[in-house]
């Protein structure tokens, strides 16, 4: 292996950490869909468990569940999604932007940060048994007689933590691109300028921003943008869901002082409302615009040919910050207290501006590769072409249930979860990230990796595993299964022994490619990354 | 803007007009009454829900093909409030938020009897929260 230079080095141990999440998350919607199948299926190792669990032995199978349930996706999406793009990120944009990161001591705090705020969450789960979903929906959290005080304080810090932590990645980020160490320096006000896309939006009526020379998308990556652009976005989430954390924060405080505030004091559904203002922007931030940003960068890379229509692809990506404003009441749309003009026009039809956005993103990307015929369809367009894929079936479920008509029907049900966000999640940007790493790898490291043959499994154990989960929890959501609800009764037994068979051949699939990836790195070179640098020069001493 | 993108535009565009005009029309059957038309519900049934119990009369009566109102409140947390056909098969459902009056209008179109049961999480206890046999449609 070459020898890694500092920044190459962090992006390794940001993925190599992002994969053990990943693991995680994945064995434990593989224990939840064990319960859904047989409630009784993991008593064993829960009355195991339990021993080490500081609140008592006499917990229900439910409250297990419901625990996992609520770490299960801090741990995949903040464990895997964002240590993944961190480690990414903090590669390719200097590299693209031809400067240093600004704060390296922060890269390494993002690191640390972001473990031990997943991990607080998640041990508030496994051994405070806190309960109330990454919904939180108010006021559930601080429903003290549901949900555990100390487990709900603990993963409310756990949550600030991780949340800090993306506003200091994206800080880091930010004064990266504006730097002025180097040529090509950009003030913040240009650079905001260029994320919102205003000298697109002055161009299109004519006029010229002066203030914008060479900052116009024209001079600046689209990769670049396309990050400062979702960032605008991770940041409203960070900044929404970290007041959401401390003012549940608040009320666990008081109400361990003994003097618990009023749950009434805060409207439902404008907190609601709120909430998922800020958090479906990590839907459109990091899921949308991080990916489309990625295949932007990518699919010219690996094909040799310029993007296509990268004119219209720049007014996209200006376009979709207004989009990604305006859609969050497609989560509200069972709530008869929403106004019907909030449902119909953000709920619906504005959620509908995501279709355009992102169908031009797959047109000019699919576009590109058309154009380049003939190209080699090397493992990362492979994946790449894998997690378009995996858009166009996950948004196509989100936009059939982002309708007040048909959500009747769909709103809260397996669904949602299946269909839409788990072939999102795992089909979309699970398989976008692999087209990333078998890009940076041979990249970092100068090593190609060592079993062909195993790429091609790891692609369709993958592709197979992922989709027909997403399919089977779909057609049980169309037939009624609930999400967040265990089914005690041997309810959709047939649907979940499917997702089963399907989850496992996913697992099959990611474990084959870590296999991969270690025999490629070599399993000393592995450890080497996780194991502190000081602790390292003083074993070659020895 | 190339010619290809210019027809792709135009056809997520049609795609856009198609799907929305066809989900907004009567052909979803429910849109007639939660769009379209000012209906007066024939019935009205409260449901209340409280540490995890969902209080109604039941089983309610209702007849095919009038108009009911089902109003649901909460004194503590957010609820759900779904019907359910015997094969647990959904036929329609709401949230229920605390400190609001949340309302839904129905016509079935099916006699048989119906369960109830919360669509959105409340705590650990919520797998719990069903009402067998809650409506009956002649």
């Known amino acids: 292996m070459a020898k890694l230079g500092w920044i190459e080095k962090w992006t390794l141990r940001f993925t190599v950490v992002a994969l053990l999440f990943m693991l995680l998350s994945g064995l434990e919607g593989m224990l939840m869909r064990s319960q859904q199948y047989d409630i009784n299926s993991l008593h064993g190792m829960e009355t195991l468990l339990n021993n080490i669990r500081p609140v008592g032995s006499d917990i229900s199978t439910e409250n297990l569940y419901y625990a996992m349930l609520t770490a299960h996706p801090i741990v995949g999406i903040y464990g895997f999604v964002y240590m993944a793009i961190f480690g990414a990120f903090y590669f390719l944009v200097p590299y693209l932007v031809k400067k240093p990161v600004k704060h390296p001591k922060l890269v390494v705090a993002n690191f640390w940060l972001q473990i031990i705020g997943v991990m607080v969450c998640w041990a508030a789960g496994f051994f405070g048994l806190f309960n109330a979903l990454y919904t939180l929906y108010w006021p559930l959290p601080v429903a003290f007689d549901r949900v555990p005080l100390i487990g709900s304080i603990a993963f409310m810090l756990g949550a600030a933590i991780i949340m800090v932590n993306i506003l200091i990645f994206s800080y880091n980020i930010f004064k990266t691109v504006l730097s002025k160490d180097h040529d090509g320096s950009y003030t913040v006000g240009q650079f905001l300028r260029a994320a919102f896309g205003i000298p697109r939006l002055m161009k299109l009526f004519g006029k010229e921003d002066k203030g914008a020379v060479n900052l116009d998308y024209n001079g600046m990556p689209v990769f670049i943008v396309a990050v400062a652009r979702g960032s605008i976005d991770t940041v409203i989430n960070a900044v929404v869901l970290l007041a959401a954390g401390v003012l549940i924060l608040v009320y666990g405080v008081f109400a361990l002082l003994g003097h618990p505030l009023n749950p009434g004091a805060v409207d439902a559904l404008l907190y609601k409302n709120l909430y998922w203002w800020g958090l479906d922007m990590v839907a459109d931030g990091n899921v949308l615009i991080y990916t489309a940003g990625v295949w932007y960068l990518l699919v010219p890379l690996l094909t040799g040919r310029k993007l296509f229509g990268a004119n219209v692809v720049k007014t996209v990506i200006m376009v979709d910050l207004l989009v990604s404003m305006g859609v969050w009441s497609h989560h509200l749309l069972g709530d008869t207290s929403q106004p019907m003009w909030m449902r119909l026009f953000s709920g619906q039809l504005i959620t509908w501006g995501e279709i355009f956005t992102m169908g031009l993103t797959l047109f000019a990307t699919l576009m590109t590769i058309w154009k380049a015929r003939p190209v080699k369809m090397s493992p990362p367009l492979q994946f790449t072409l894998g997690s378009m894929f995996g858009f166009v079936m996950g948004a196509m479920a989100g936009i059939l249930q982002a309708n007040v008509g048909l959500n009747v029907v769909l709103h809260n049900t397996q669904w949602v979860i299946g269909l839409h966000a788990h072939a999102l999640l795992l089909t979309g940007v699970g398989t976008m990230l692999f087209s990333v790493i078998y890009t940076l790898v041979p990249m970092l490291t100068h090593l190609e990796f060592k079993f062909k043959k195993l790429v091609d499994w790891h692609f369709w154990l993958w592709m197979i595993g992922s989709v027909g989960m997403a399919m089977a929890m779909g057609m049980a959501g169309s037939k009624g299964m609930l999400r967040r609800t265990l089914y005690t009764g041997g309810e959709f037994t047939p649907y979940t022994l499917a997702a089963i068979i399907f989850g496992s051949i996913l697992s099959i699939g990611f474990i084959i490619f870590v296999v991969n990836l270690v025999s490629t790195l070599g399993l000393k070179n592995v450890f080497s990354l996780v194991i502190p640098e000081k602790w390292q020069k003083s074993t070659e001493k020895v | 803007m190339d010619k290809s993108e210019r027809n792709w535009l135009f056809f997520l565009i049609a795609l856009f007009v198609v799907v929305n005009a066809v989900t907004l029309s009567t052909l979803v059957p429910w849109q007639s009454w939660q769009l379209w038309q000012k209906v007066t519900p024939a019935k009205v049934v409260n449901i209340e829900y409280e540490d995890y119990i969902i209080s109604m009369e039941a ?80």
């Open chain 2, 59 to 138: 089983p309610v009566e209702i007849k095919k093909g009038e108009y009911v109102q089902f109003a649901a409140t909460s004194t503590d947390v957010t609820y759900g409030f779904g019907v359910f056909r015997k094969d647990n098969s959904m036929v329609f459902q709401m949230q229920v938020l605390p400190g609001r009056t949340n309302t839904i209008i129905w016509m079935f179109d099916e006699t048989g009897v119906y369960d109830v049961r919360s669509t959105e999480y409340s705590g650990p206890k919520h797998s719990g929260m069903v009402v067998r046999d809650a409506i009956e449609v002649k």
